[in-house]
């Protein structure tokens, strides 16, 4: 079965989430979200993804249960920006943040976390310095940032995955 469908979860996710965003279990749907989840797991294969190791599965849980709250929190904060229109100390920025985390996983899923997060984009990452450049909607300071993706994020990165 993995030579025809070499990641079968990633096709059965793939079919079942066509099938939700066309609110359809007819026949051609089945065969069409078919046809395009095993076409995807193809063009997976041919990347030739590193397996993730995650050496630490109760570190990770503490990230969700962090990244969650985050998440919350942050969504209030940017709507508080939104709803407020610019008072002054309200400074969108870019910084660069110093990474020790080297893992092609974990960077990828700082990335998710990041991008994820209201009011912060990750806009590029230099593996030659191990540094990564953010656009922040509130940069008040940039020492609170770099903690914050340090310490709540890249140590328990590190933990999981190197």
């Known amino acids: 079965m993995s030579g025809i469908v070499p990641y079968p979860l990633l096709s059965a996710a793939l079919l079942v989430l066509w099938l939700l965003l066309n609110q359809s279990v007819s026949a051609g749907h089945i065969i069409l979200g078919s046809v395009l989840a095993v076409l995807a797991s ?41 709803v407020r229109s610019r008072e002054p100390g309200v400074n969108a ?5 110093p990474l020790e985390l080297r893992s092609r996983n974990g960077l990828a899923v700082l990335a998710i976390i990041i991008t994820s997060t209201p009011g912060t ?4 990452y230099d593996a030659a310095k ?20 340090k310490g709540r994020y890249e140590r328990l990165l590190m933990e999981i995955f190197e």
């Open 42 to 82: 193809w063009a997976m294969a041919a990347l030739r993804p590193e397996k993730p190791r995650i050496r630490r599965p109760g570190a990770a849980l503490r990230l969700l249960g962090m990244v969650l709250f985050d998440i919350l929190r942050s969504n209030l904060a940017v709507g508080r920006i939104i």
């Open 93 to 97: 920025g870019f910084m660069t943040i």
């Open 121 to 124: 984009i990750w806009l590029n």
């Open 130 to 149: 191990g540094t990564l450049l953010l656009h922040v909607l509130d940069l008040v300071d940039e020492t609170v940032w770099i903690r914050l993706i």
